[in-house]
């Protein structure tokens, strides 16, 4: 029996060692992260762009098509200084899409012609070459089964690879339902791929029913295309091998950026504002590297070495093009993944150049996740209004982030509460604020003024004005648990019980709005939408007769997010205003946050994250969460939400379920003001004290 | 630092009430429970032909989901004023096991070692007292310990009865208190609870084998 026991010790003590040094050892090889160069060319509107050995070589709209029928080609070096011109003479045309390979500059001129045949104007393509140093084009071939040619690529053995329309094709629409739930929608405008032999002049049109874009390098040449059964797919056109995957659906063009075969892509559902890498498996997640990029058409994207070169519009509201280069080299598919937990919905992080796997938890597996430092998360995702907030702050489950570079000077750029907040009794920077949220009220400026209509911050007075809306327009939206929520959680901000005169006094206020239909969310119209859909109309020089109705009848909306309320911004007649809340306290602001795991495997590379996210946070103009006003936009509608966001507070919330069952007793009179405060007061205390 | 934890959930004014809560629930509702399982195991042992009849509805509590008896219940006792809707569904939940249990001890007692004993000059009395009892003790040890750790159970059928994470007083137990501060993250209380909740069962645990031990002598 003893001696049992001594190889029972031993056998422990063996594993103990053998594990302690795995542990030790363990070492797993971590790849660095750069944050992305950016270069600004001077070089707007642009037409075509293409990289060739380091050199941007860019056409511009206005050069492409002239009438001495010449074209001038810019070169411009890796730091962006022009460094020469080439001029391609006779085109013939305009240039539609090119590639340079071994010294040869190869493009697709597109001339409007009457078809001898069919006496319409039809367009023609033809392929020519021409030499690096100029010079007079050599014709290749003439497409004449194709009406336009998007893109084409000069793989190493000589083959010119082509996606182009075809001239006569039936019109094909398709939608698709997945497991998961999502719609993949498809529509064929033509396209067809195929491949040209320089050496036999032959060409080949692919056998891929609906092909959607394509990329070479380096030999490989990758297909993304459409199957009618499975949606979307990657073709590897040497090995024949296919890998399906639905995570962006129609795309416009892709280019290929490094070996693994990660591709930069433009388009692709939810990614349209994005400049966005992926790669072709299906876990491969979208690795956004920059935002506000607005893609037109197909080329505008180039990738070499490691760069990715992109034509776009500057931003969201401007209409001016210009060329951006990425240094990418880190940017890979390959790098392990940021894995963010959250147990509500929250919109994706911007991933800054990493790869983000959300995952959504219930409440008590996110609960259990933490409390487990668990390895395999990085970030937890959360918001002030959850239970979880105040706690992960106070019983340590977080990396402090002092250290990480530009954290510090964020948190200080951040509205004093927020700062306040982010940081704790010891001093460390517990969380990083990624936005705020305050629920106001946009209001339309003339027509609530025309109605005498105003907002003050005290709550009987507030909910007398809105009634007055309700009687002056339908075009209103005002929602009534909005307002209750506020009063409440302001009011328990300064007090942790309900039997008070304060509360007695706007209780019977809450109850009265709770069974006035005035306070119920508006069915006739959505009034946000009304609203946001006026502006649009109004920048983009279009009418619409029924928004342009509403608009001029509506009076107010209720909007609880900042994207939304961002969404507003540059209508010069739009307002906001606080909700009311309770005396002595401010308006409510929900923050969302991330922490990060201090046992997180991938702690390194979610710092670096952390790092890169904190430098694009700090730029971001409109934000609502930073202090300067310089930041904001001029027009009244920012000015004022500033205003509103500036004299906010952060609550931790108490969750509603302490309150909320019994508040709606009460306001459906099962039980009396006395008994919901006492039976409030009971679990309020509960919460507060266990 | 060292005990701080544990001082602090043990002045605690909620630990201390959901202690006393599931520490009454053992009190109360378990001997009933027990008593409650022996008649009925009784019955059935002596052939008692009604009793025989409905052994199928002191199984059906370990068959029904949860949630359908937790429905049930709340249009029963539409007062939570008092903790007797707990306890009943304490009672009712468990009874069966217990039963099965009992019954089965009995049941294993050889009718020989009765009939010797009446050769003996034994009387009724002295059967089921020297006979009997002894020989159905230690299954009802077991299940008086099941019962207990069963008690501890309770808080599923708790919470969907109430449908919050915090029911009256009366009903707020070791169980509750440990969920929301699982749910607010709260490590510390949560460990210590829970570390303090083991030592309570393994004590409880340990003397009962203690008393069964001293009744087998």
Redesign the interface.
């Known amino acids: 029996m003893k001696k049992l026991k001594y190889r029972l010790v031993a056998v422990i003590l063996a594993l103990s060692i053998t594990c302690g040094i795995s542990v030790g050892c363990s070492t797993s090889e971590k790849k660095e992260i750069h944050n992305e160069e950016r270069v600004k060319y001077n070089l707007s509107e642009a037409s075509l762009i293409n990289l060739y050995k380091g050199d941007l070589y860019a056409v511009r709209l206005s050069q492409d098509t002239i009438t001495e029928n010449n074209a001038t080609v810019e070169i411009f070096a890796k730091d962006g200084e022009k460094k020469g011109e080439l001029l391609i003479k006779n085109t013939n045309g305009s240039i539609s899409c090119w590639d340079i390979s071994e010294d040869r500059v190869y493009f697709v001129s597109e001339v409007m012609e009457i078809s001898e045949e069919s006496k319409q104007w039809e367009n023609k393509c033809e392929l020519y070459s021409v030499g690096i140093g100029g010079g007079e084009p050599e014709k290749i071939y003439t497409f004449n089964e194709l009406s336009s040619v998007k893109k084409i690529r000069i793989s190493q053995d000589g083959i010119i690879y082509c996606l182009g329309l075809k001239k006569n094709y039936e019109d094909y629409s398709d939608t698709l339902y997945l497991d998961n739930g999502e719609t993949v929608e498809y529509s064929y405008s033509g396209e067809v791929f195929g491949s040209f032999d320089k050496t036999t002049g032959d060409f080949l049109a692919g056998e891929t029913s609906f092909p959607v874009a394509f990329d070479e390098r380096n030999g490989d040449v990758i297909l993304y295309a459409f199957d009618k059964e499975k949606g979307f797919y990657f073709h590897d056109v040497k090995s024949g091998t296919d890998f399906y995957t639905n995570k962006l659906k129609q795309i416009d063009d892709m280019e290929l950026i490094n070996d693994n075969k990660d591709y930069v892509f433009a388009g692709g559902s939810g990614y349209t504002g994005t400049l966005a890498v992926s790669g072709i498996s299906d876990e491969s997640g979208v690795i956004q590297i920059d935002d506000n990029m607005i893609f037109s058409r197909c080329g505008q994207i180039c990738a070499e070495n490691d760069y990715i070169c992109v034509n776009a519009l500057e931003d969201v509201y401007s209409y001016d093009r210009n060329v951006f280069k990425y240094y990418t080299a880190n940017v890979s598919t390959a790098n392990p993944p940021v894995n963010i937990i959250c147990s509500s919905f929250y919109e994706p992080l911007f991933s800054c150049g990493s790869q983000i796997k959300n995952q959504q938890l219930s409440g008590d597996g996110f609960a259990l996740t933490v409390l487990s430092l668990d390895e395999s998360y990085d970030l937890a995702m959360l918001s002030t209004r959850e239970i979880y907030a105040n706690d992960i702050k106070d019983k340590g489950s977080f990396y402090p982030l002092n250290n990480v570079p530009g954290v510090a000077e964020y948190i200080e750029s951040c509205f004093p509460y927020v700062s306040e907040a982010a940081v704790n009794d010891k001093g460390e920077i517990w969380m990083l604020p990624i936005s705020l949220d305050v629920c106001s009220i946009i209001y339309n400026e003339k027509n609530c003024a025309d109605n005498s209509i105003t907002f003050p911050n005290e709550l009987e007075d507030f909910l007398g004005q809105i009634r007055k809306g309700a009687e002056a327009s339908k075009y209103y939206d005002c929602s009534g648990y909005c307002i209750t929520e506020m009063m409440i959680n302001s009011y328990l901000s300064l007090n942790d019980s309900f039997n008070t005169d304060s509360f007695r006094s706007f209780a019977p206020l809450l109850k009265d709005m709770s069974t006035d239909k005035v306070f119920i969310a508006n069915p006739n119209i959505n009034v946000s939408l009304a609203l946001s859909s006026k502006q649009i109309n109004d920048k983009l020089g279009t009418s619409d007769v029924y928004t342009d109705t509403v608009y001029n009848g509506a009076l107010f909306t209720t909007i609880l997010s900042s994207s939304s309320q961002r969404n507003l911004i540059g209508d010069e007649n739009l307002l906001a205003a606080s909700l009311p809340y309770a005396e002595g306290a401010k308006s409510g602001a929900i923050c969302t946050f991330v922490c990060v795991n201090p046992n997180s495997e991938h702690l390194e590379e979610t710092l670096l994250f952390i790092e890169r996210t904190v430098a694009r946070l700090s730029q971001q103009q409109n934000s609502f969460i930073l202090k300067d006003k310089n930041t904001y936009g001029s027009d009244q509608l920012a000015q004022s939400l500033y205003e509103i966001y500036a004299n906010a507070e952060i609550y931790f919330d108490v969750p509603s379920d302490v309150y909320y069952n019994d508040l709606e007793k009460y306001f459906a009179d099962e039980i009396t003001l006395e008994q919901f405060i006492s039976e409030a007061d009971r679990k309020l205390s509960a919460y507060l004290n266990e | 630092m060292w005990f701080d934890n544990y001082i602090k959930t043990l002045t605690?004014?909620?630990?201390l009430l959901s202690l006393k809560n599931s520490l009454l629930l053992i009190v109360i509702a378990v001997p009933i429970l027990v008593i409650l399982a022996l008649i009925i195991s009784l019955a059935l042992s002596y052939g008692i032909r009604w009793v025989r009849k409905t052994r199928v509805a002191f199984i059906l509590p370990m068959v029904i989901p949860t949630a359908g008896i937790v429905l049930i219940w709340r249009s029963l006792f539409t007062d939570s004023s008092t903790v007797l809707p707990i306890y009943l569904l304490f009672i009712w939940k468990n009874i069966g096991i217990c039963v099965v249990l009992l019954t089965a001890a009995f049941t294993s007692i050889e009718s020989s070692v009765y009939e010797a004993a009446r050769l003996d000059g034994a009387g009724s009395f002295i059967l089921h007292t020297k006979i009997t009892i002894p020989m159905i003790a230690p299954t009802v040890f077991f299940t008086v310990l099941l019962s207990i750790v069963n008690s501890f159970k309770i808080f599923k059928e708790s919470y969907l009865y109430y449908?919050?994470?915090?029911p009256?007083?009366h009903s707020?137990t070791l169980q509750y208190?440990m969920n929301?501060?699982?749910?607010?993250?709260?490590?510390?209380?949560?460990a210590t609870s829970a570390v303090l909740t083991s030592i309570l069962v393994f004590g409880i645990v340990m003397a009962g084998m203690a008393i069964q031990r001293r009744f087998d002598r």
């Open positions: 605690n004014e909620y630990f449908g919050t994470n915090y009256p007083d707020y208190y929301n501060n699982f749910l607010k993250l709260d490590y510390q209380s949560l």
